[in-house]
Nanobody, 120 residues
Framework: EVQLVESGGGSVQSGGSLRLSCAASRSTIVILGWFRQAPGKEREGVAAVASNGGTRYADFVKGRFTISRDNAENVVYLQMNSLIPEDTAMYYC????????????????WGQGTQVTVSS
């Protein structure tokens, strides 16, 4: 089972930026995705990237967030710009072998998460 470790979360003001990182314990991971969960809300998909570089984004982050991966280092990044208070959540990375989707049940390995807090 692959181990995932997220980092890069923190507290920023509205309009600020953060870069999240997720380090995987091994390579050959087909799909890496970022999800988030705010208190009292369901976990929702944010972005995903395939091993061939294909990406998919949730509508609410298009134009603001960018997902990328470094296959040599087994790391996936989430660059978050123009942050708004509604982006406040615990952010998780996860792996999937089922395709470039943003549905949590398609993912079977999860990290512990990193907290992002955006103040107005």
């Amino acid at each position: 089972e692959v181990q995932l470790v997220e980092s890069g979360g923190g507290s920023v003001q509205s309009g600020g930026s953060l870069r999240l990182s997720c380090a995987a314990s091994r390579s050959t991971i087909v799909i890496l995705g970022w999800f988030r969960q705010a208190p009292g809300k369901e976990r929702e998909g944010v972005a995903a990237v395939a091993s061939n570089g294909g990406t998919r984004y949730a509508d609410f982050v298009k134009g603001r967030f960018t997902i990328s991966r470094d296959n040599a280092e087994n790391v996936v990044y989430l660059q978050m710009n123009s942050l708004i208070p509604e982006d406040t959540a615990m952010y998780y990375c996860a792996t999937s072998s089922y395709g470039l989707g943003l549905v949590a049940r398609m993912y079977n390995n999860w990290g512990q998460g990193t907290q992002v807090t955006v103040s107005s």
